[in-house]
């Protein structure tokens, strides 16, 4: 048993520091230190950065413009980004829908959609969610009836992170209300937003900020070349992207810049930077585990069902950190300010996100399958209950 | 990195697995604490045959030179099985001390004893014992509280304002107060007044107890994760076994929830059982300490989470001596206490300054 990474792992971990130091936007970089959401503009250009060495897409293989990482290296590079901090590659393209259609996509689908997914020229949303179907997603009632070469659709999603920027949306569908079990009628649909009959429209979260979105669709006339898997095979499709996007990242780095800040802010506070070690205790040991995982992922590649203890363990680290962070800075995190206030002179330690940045943050426990999910998945396939 | 067992790791898994399946239930323990010491010169005389007592002792000094790994597995099997028999104490505690501080022609004369058995050490971790000069010996005056395995040690290893000094059980001036312990073991309370010893005593090399108290962490960490493991499965069987209202209690969803959370807890005892072990060989100071600190911080908020709700979800029976669950609760939560609990552990690490320097990843140039 040996822990340590390789001389080339550590080698390859240089060479992602580095990397990021020289290219990343100092303006992004800033705003992402500071915890605020970088603009879309700034995201784009640091996914095309990214891409120009094929890291946008840390995960798909080298046959499909990948750069061909172990799942090693993918933790690495994505550990240097959560440190870093700097944005990741949009989940929705490079984690989603870019897998999915590797695995299930036609070669016309692949060459019209890959290469401009992974540099972003096209910007997903992921169009899952519904107001009546949220954790139970099977139960969705967005129909699509054929018409010729067109699928009609009709249905209010919800929660569409980042939809605002999208061009396309990744979308499930009713396409045979009469089939015996809800998860067999479902179809797996691609939905240019420009269509007519598709809105947009902000919710706007308890941070005071616009991330995400409902999105309705009314009559949406869809090409049938852009159904995804065979029609009322939706959920296998479905079931693969959600496997993929939980194929564990506790997203310690994340956990460790809150800490960093805490740190500072803490001031000598020895209560806070006690409660600050106890959360590092947790987080060390947790890094393990998602090398053990890690470790397992080089011998089979099959989805690990062990990956829901990284992320109910990575959450509740990383939004304990976001709590104590708040304690940390006091009663000042509470005026007002908005992301797109100036940068201060020298105020690196900007206060203005900690609140809003706690609040959005316990979402994360609820989005990507919830914690009691999660708890349902172990108990069900570890504990055979 | 590289997380699986060896061929070799793998067999010393299971023979020692066996032993405690086929030696080790609640009953065959429930004997070994009615022997006087209150275990079994059976068992023991058992694992020393297996090698057990020689694993960590390098070759030079007689041992078999196998690293924390191994130790790791044979503590597994030893918290699955409760074990009784002072290994913790004697081979772990003492017999790292020995071997890290005295000098070779010292361990030479002590080792040997150590590995056969026939000694048994202890290790006193928190003593207050001042050694005076006096002529060309030295003269011991002082108390060590909660001496594990100190009520049937031969051989104690006192840390004193001047080294560490072995200190043979029967010598005049030593008084033991000896008693059980809950959670299985026993320790004593020691006395030394006027304790004459030499120079061959006063353990030669450098360093203090440190080492000993990280390769006792590292077991006790081993050993929480199997009786961890333990209580986890007897939960999950009873949840599925005992029938409520008319159905197995393991259909309520608040009960699977709280045997995942059971789940996450292991798994992180487990990872940082590993770490423990792989730590054992880290050269560098103040990566040791962070993270024994943290490891053992983890054990002791992990453990006692799965004791309390293997209790708690095997309703009044899992408050009855008669039932493993008790015992594997008073185990997790004596681990817990020993060699610094989990709000001491922290309160260290905070005071090594963590893993994380307040200091950005790198600097923004903005
Ligand atoms: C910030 C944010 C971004 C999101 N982004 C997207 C997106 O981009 N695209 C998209 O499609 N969706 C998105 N979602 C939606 C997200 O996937 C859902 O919120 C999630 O699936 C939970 O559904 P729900 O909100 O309807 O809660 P519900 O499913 O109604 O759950 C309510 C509560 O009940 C619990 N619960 C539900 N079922 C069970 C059960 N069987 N056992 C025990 N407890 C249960 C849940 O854990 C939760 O605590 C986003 C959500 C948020 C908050």
Redesign the pocket.
């Known amino acids: 048993m040996d822990l340590r990474f390789t001389a080339e792992e550590e080698a390859f971990r240089q060479d992602v520091r580095a990397f990021i130091r020289e290219n990343l936007d100092p303006v992004t970089h800033r705003k992402m230190v500071e915890g605020r959401i970088p603009d879309k503009e700034e995201i784009v250009a640091w996914q095309r950065m990214l891409n120009s060495r094929k890291w946008a897409t840390p995960s798909w293989p080298q046959s499909h413009g990948g750069p061909g990482f172990t799942p090693v290296e993918r933790y690495i590079f994505l550990d240097e980004l959560h440190q870093a901090p700097a944005p990741e590659p949009v989940s929705?393209n490079v984690s989603m829908i870019g897998p999915v259609l590797i695995q299930y996509g036609t070669p016309e689908q692949q060459e019209r959609f890959l290469a401009a997914t992974a540099n972003l020229d096209i910007w997903w949303?992921?169009?899952?969610?519904e107001p009546g179907?949220?954790?139970?997603?099977a139960s969705l009632r967005t129909s699509a009836r054929r018409e010729g070469d067109h699928y009609v659709v009709s249905g209010h999603?919800?929660?569409?992170?980042?939809?605002h920027h999208a061009d396309w949306m990744f979308t499930l569908v009713r396409t045979d209300p009469q089939a015996p079990k809800k998860q067999m009628g479902i179809s797996f649909l691609l939905i240019d937003l420009r269509l007519p009959g598709v809105t947009v429209r902000p919710i706007i979260?308890l941070d005071e900020r616009h991330?995400?979105n409902e999105v309705f669709l009314d009559e949406v006339r869809v090409p049938v070349d852009c159904l995804i898997g065979a029609e009322n095979k939706g959920w296998d499709v479905t079931k693969f992207l959600l496997s993929n996007e939980r194929t564990g990242i506790a997203r310690i780095g994340m956990t460790k810049h809150l800490i960093r800040r805490i740190k500072r802010l803490a001031d000598g506070d020895t209560s806070i930077l006690a409660k600050a070690a106890a959360l590092e205790a947790e987080l060390k040991i947790l890094e393990i585990t998602q090398l053990r995982i890690l470790d397992g992922q080089r011998r089979s590649s099959a989805a690990d069902p062990r990956s829901s203890i990284l992320k109910l363990k990575g959450v509740e680290l990383r939004q304990a950190a976001s709590e104590l962070l708040l304690a940390a800075a006091g009663p000042a995190a509470l005026e007002v300010r908005h992301d797109d206030a100036a940068f201060g002179e020298d105020d690196a330690e900007w206060l203005g996100t900690i609140m809003p940045n706690y609040g959005?943050l316990r979402?994360a426990s609820?989005?990507?399958?919830?914690?009691?999910?999660q708890k349902?998945i172990l108990a069900k396939t570890q504990l055979g209950l | 990195m590289d997380l699986e067992l060896s061929d070799d790791q793998r067999m010393l898994k299971d023979s020692v697995d066996r032993i405690i399946t086929e030696h080790y239930d609640l009953d065959h323990r429930k004997t070994y604490m009615s022997q006087p010491g209150g275990w079994s010169q059976e068992m023991w005389s058992t694992f020393v045959a297996l090698g057990l007592t020689m694993l960590p002792f390098s070759d030079e000094q007689g041992g078999l030179g196998l690293g924390g790994v191994e130790t790791m597995i044979v503590g597994e099997a030893f918290g699955r099985g409760l074990v009784v028999e002072p290994y913790l104490s004697s081979i772990v505690l003492a017999g790292t001390a020995i071997s890290h501080v005295a000098t070779p022609e010292q361990a030479a004369g002590w080792l040997p004893g150590i590995m056969s058995g026939e000694t048994i050490g202890a290790l006193a971790t928190d003593s207050a014992v001042i050694a005076e000069r006096e002529g060309d010996g030295w003269t011991l005056n002082g108390t060590a509280h909660v001496v594990l395995g100190g009520d049937s040690a031969t051989l104690l290893i006192i840390p004193t304002s001047d080294g560490l000094f072995v200190v043979p059980g029967d010598v005049t001036g030593l008084e033991r107060r000896g008693y059980r312990l809950h959670g299985g073991g026993g320790a004593a309370d020691v006395k030394l007044a006027g304790v004459k010893l030499t120079d061959a005593d006063r353990l030669g090399g450098n360093g203090g107890t440190g080492r000993a108290i990280e390769a006792g962490v590292a077991w006790l960490a081993a050993e929480a994760v199997g009786a961890m493991q333990a209580a986890l499965d007897l939960t999950v069987d009873y949840l599925k076994t005992r029938e409520q209202f008319g159905k197995p209690i393991a259909v309520n969803?608040s009960l699977q929830h709280r045997a995942a959370e059971m789940l996450v807890e292991v798994e992180q005892a487990r990872s940082a059982a590993m770490y423990a072990a792989l730590l054992a060989d880290e050269q560098d100071d103040h990566v040791r300490a962070t993270g024994y600190a943290a490891i053992k911080a983890v054990i002791g908020k992990a453990g006692r989470f799965v004791a309390q709700y293997s209790v708690q979800l095997h309703g009044g029976i899992g408050v009855s001596e008669e039932h493993m669950i008790s015992h594997y609760f008073r185990r997790l939560t004596a681990i817990g206490m020993v060699l610094g609990d989990t709000e001491s552990q922290i309160a260290r690490l905070a005071e090594l300054g963590g893993f994380t320097s307040a200091t950005p990843h790198f600097g923004t140039a903005a």
């Open positions: 929705f949303a992921q169009g899952f969610s179907a949220g954790s139970d997603l999603k919800i929660w569409q992170g980042m939809a979260t991330e995400v959005i979402a609820i989005y990507g399958g919830s914690s009691e999910v349902g | 969803q």
